[in-house]
Every structure is written in C-alpha cells, then in structure tokens.
C-alpha cells in the first residue's frame, strides 16, 4: 500500500500477520498440486522429439522441392538462350512470296492469281528479259547523258528480281501502301516507289508487245454456243472504266515552294470480246472527253472490219463513226417488244455480254490500287499501271 504526500509516495507496509497467511496459502495449493511421474515425462518427451523431427523433415522436402523447381528454371533459362542464338545464325532463304504466300487463296488475294503454279508460271515468262531491266530513274539518268549512246546499263538491284515483282503485285493486287511495303521488304520508301515505277514501264514494254486484238475467226471459235447462234458477227463488247489519281501542282507563296495535291478523274475505253478475253484497252483521258470521242481517239475504229457488230451501252452514240468502216452498232439494252421470239433470244444474249463485260470491268477494279486513288508519287505511271491491270487481267483467269 502507498500514500502520496504533497508529491512524494510513501509505502506503507503490510502487517506481518497478514503476510504469514498468504504464504501458508501457498503452501497450500503447491500440496495440493498433482505430481507428474517419471513414465509420463518419457512420453511426453518422446512425443516433442517426434513432432520437432517432423517438423525438420518437412522443411528438409520443402527445400528440396525449391532446389529441383530452381534447377529446372534455369535449364529451361539456358534452353531459351540456346534457341536464341540459334535462331539468329539462322537466315531465311528463298522468294518472300514462297513464305508469305502458303496457299492458292493467299495467292490469290495477295497477287489476284488464282493459284501458285499460275503466278510461277507467269514468272517464268516475264524472268529472262526481266534479269536485263534496270530501275527507271536510273535509265532516265544515263539516258541525259552526252555519252549515253557508249554507257551500258549494269542493273543491280537491292531485292531479288521475284521479290521485286510480288512487291508490285501486293502494290497492284492488295493496295499495300509504300511505307508497310518497306518494312515488309525490309527497303526505304524510295525504293518501293523506284521499284513499282521499274515494273510498272517493265511490264507496260512487254505485255503491250503482245497482240491481244482477236481476228474474227477466233472470235467465233471462242464464242459459247447460245451467243455464236445469235450473235455471231458480233467482233466486240465496248465499256468505259474510269479511276482517280492525285496529282502535285508546285506553287509560290510568300517565297516559298508549295506542292500542292488535287485528286482527278481519267476515263479509258475497253474493248471485250465474247469469250470475255481483253481485246482492246485505250489509254487514259480526261472524264470531260465524250464517249463517242473517246471512241475515235482511242484507235479501235481502225482494227473493225466491215460487217463487224459492236455492242455499247446506250449513251454511245457512235453510229456514224463505225458506218465509216462498214461497222454496226448495236446498243444496250436491245428491245424486244414486238414479240418475235428470235428477237428476244438475242436480246437475251446480248444481255449475257453486257454482264460478262461488267464482270470483266469489276476484275480489272478488282485490283486495289485502281479501286481507290492512286497517289501523286505514281502520277506519272498511271498509264502504265491502268495498261498492265488490263494485261495483267488475261492472264489471271476467268
């Protein structure tokens, strides 16, 4: 017992009666206490060995299990670097085509041959003139020269020249922009456009080199048997395609050269014959040309022959430009309501070409880069470019 004093504690102590009470209790209760025996201290003991030998057996398998889980962490650690330094020694060989392209849809959707062997086989044809040609800024370049007349062309090219090719036809066939084309081929951007530019001319040279105009015994031979009954002087199917492309004007404003961009319209005409094979394509004018103008200047007018049958649309007037050379016109659609049934057979045929000429226009669009708005980079290729889908178009299949 304590007393505080103005601050101070006092202890107070306790009587010695009092004190003696509560270790006699004491005393008490440790009498009374049970006493553990020898055989039951054993047991207990024994069971406190076994449960601490547990114990460090279980942590002993739980590092062990940690050190075979880390063993097996790092051998996969050192399998993974193993694979690595692997696959950078490796090199991929061959035509990007071959790994790009693994099925005839793949070929067909990136390039617009209809299966591998038919593309392969078109390469093989253009190949050996191709392994001659050089990139076309680089002949205009030589071509400058004073001494052109002396230099010869040594073409070297960056991509291999199958490689080169299926780069314009993803350009051509799939609309690939130049920057995806450039990291897809591993080149600058400046080297997809020299190479689309290259290929474009390379191809325009070649395929237009072929004669596809079809003389009247071939027409008739290839002709289906419905349209040879009752069109048989028909020599071929006349549409008009049409596509966008930009074009760069350079202006001065404020002492500063600006390039400015506008989008225009050309217009082509395309000659169809029955069989659906292109016969005829002009080069590109200017939308605001009429169409019975765009059928004089595009020069079918001199490869009819008299008693040929043309078929156009309606909005061809062009009567007397093919009376002229003896040949008729026969326009779409043609009226059969005077009831005659043989009438309306023709009607009828005629009607199946108009469709086949519209088939054949939506393949030519079926290419990409024409279905949308060439860029001004390729302004000065477009005839080209228009020229060698229509080639192109033949080769790929009905």
């Known amino acids: 017992m304590s007393v505080c004093w103005y601050g101070a504690r006092v202890h107070k102590a306790r009587p010695a009666r009092k004190r003696a009470s509560e270790s006699a209790s004491r005393q008490d209760s440790q009498n009374k206490r049970p006493r553990i025996g020898a055989e039951s201290l054993d047991t207990y003991d024994?069971?406190?060995?076994n449960d601490a030998d547990k114990r460090t057996e279980d942590a002993d398998e739980g590092i062990g299990v940690q050190a075979d889980e880390q063993c097996e962490l790092n051998g996969?650690?050192?399998?993974?670097?193993?694979?690595?330094?692997?696959?950078?020694?490796?090199?991929?060989?061959?035509?990007?085509?071959?790994?790009?392209?693994?099925?005839?849809e793949d070929f067909k959707y990136f390039t617009r041959f209809p299966s591998k062997d038919v593309f392969y086989v078109f390469w093989a044809s253009v190949e050996p003139s191709a392994s001659m040609s050089a990139y076309w800024s680089e002949a205009n370049r030589i071509a400058a020269l004073p001494e052109a007349a002396n230099l010869e062309l040594t073409p070297e090219h960056e991509l291999p020249l199958i490689d080169e090719f299926f780069m314009f036809c993803l350009h051509l066939s799939a609309g690939m922009k130049d920057r995806v084309l450039a990291g897809m081929f591993g080149v600058s951007r400046l080297r997809v456009i020299q190479t689309i530019v290259t290929w474009s001319n390379y191809l325009y040279l070649v395929l237009g080199s072929v004669r596809i105009w079809?003389?009247?015994?071939?027409?008739?031979k290839t002709m289906a048997p419905i349209i040879r009954q009752y069109c048989l002087c028909t020599r071929v199917i006349l549409a008009c395609a049409e596509l966008r492309c930009e074009i760069g004007e350079m202006k001065t404003s404020s002492e500063t050269l600006l390039c400015k961009r506008k989008c225009v319209t050309y217009k082509a005409l395309v000659g169809i014959a029955p069989c659906g094979f292109i016969t005829f394509v002009s080069k590109l004018f200017s939308d605001s040309i009429s169409n019975d103008e765009l059928t004089r200047l595009s020069g079918i007018l001199k490869l009819l022959e008299p008693g040929d049958e043309v078929i156009a649309p309606k909005n061809f007037c062009i009567d007397n430009l093919l009376k002229n050379v003896g040949a008729k016109l026969v326009a779409f659609p043609v009226s059969s309501e005077d009831g005659i049934s043989s009438n309306q057979r023709r009607a009828r045929s005629v009607a199946r070409l108009h469709a086949l000429v519209e088939y054949v226009i939506k393949r030519i669009k079926g290419n990409k880069l024409l279905d949308s708005t060439i860029p001004y980079t390729l302004a000065g290729t477009v005839n080209q470019i228009w020229s060698c889908c229509c080639f192109m178009a033949n080769y790929r299949g009905q």
Do not use: F
């Open 46 to 49: 024994a069971a406190v060995n």
């Open 76 to 104: 996969a650690l050192e399998r993974i670097q193993q694979l690595k330094q692997t696959i950078s020694k490796l090199s991929l060989t061959g035509p990007l085509s071959k790994r790009w392209c693994l099925s005839d």
């Open 214 to 220: 079809m003389t009247r015994a071939q027409v008739r």
